[in-house]
């Protein structure tokens, strides 16, 4: 699987802003995470990405609780979600598992077991959750 960050997406001042109040973009523009394939089946999986944006970002599988949906998180003061919970982290450039961050340009990993259920793919760098940065992953049986 493979996870892409398109840092370089379209940007504009007409964007609904989330209901945080933060901007729903940074300098750079709006950010995106996008999982290939979007569904894939349970057992073990090696979440690869990507980072083609601009800024440093991560990843991070957090499972969704029932009728919760992606980007519904809370946002902390600090600009950052909870990883309580977290199933893996792919933030370590050129390398596997948590690191300080996926430098624009290069790739990272991380292998994750998922059983059956709805996933969450994030970046929790500060303010790119609210700029966008999650995705739905659903695991089947
Ligand atoms: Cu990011």
Do not use: F
């Not at 992606?70 to 390398?95: F, N």
Request: charged share 15%; with cysteine.
């Amino acid at each position: 699987m493979t996870v892409w960050d398109m840092g370089r997406m379209r940007r504009g001042p007409n964007w609904p802003v989330p209901n945080n109040g933060r901007p729903a973009w940074y300098g750079m523009g709006m950010m995106r995470l996008v999982a290939h394939p979007t569904t894939i089946p349970a057992g073990k999986v090696t979440v690869r990405v990507v980072n083609e944006g601009t800024v440093t970002h991560e990843v991070i599988v957090l499972p969704l609780s029932a009728g919760q949906t992606a980007g519904e998180r809370a946002i902390g003061s600090d600009g950052r979600v909870s990883e309580a919970g977290s199933l893996g982290e792919a933030s370590r450039t050129c390398g596997s598992g948590a690191g300080d961050g996926i430098a624009s340009g290069a790739a990272a990993w991380t292998t994750v077991t998922l059983r059956p259920g709805r996933y969450e793919l994030l970046c929790n760098v500060p303010g790119h959750y609210a700029a966008g940065m999650y995705t739905e992953l659903d695991v089947t049986k």
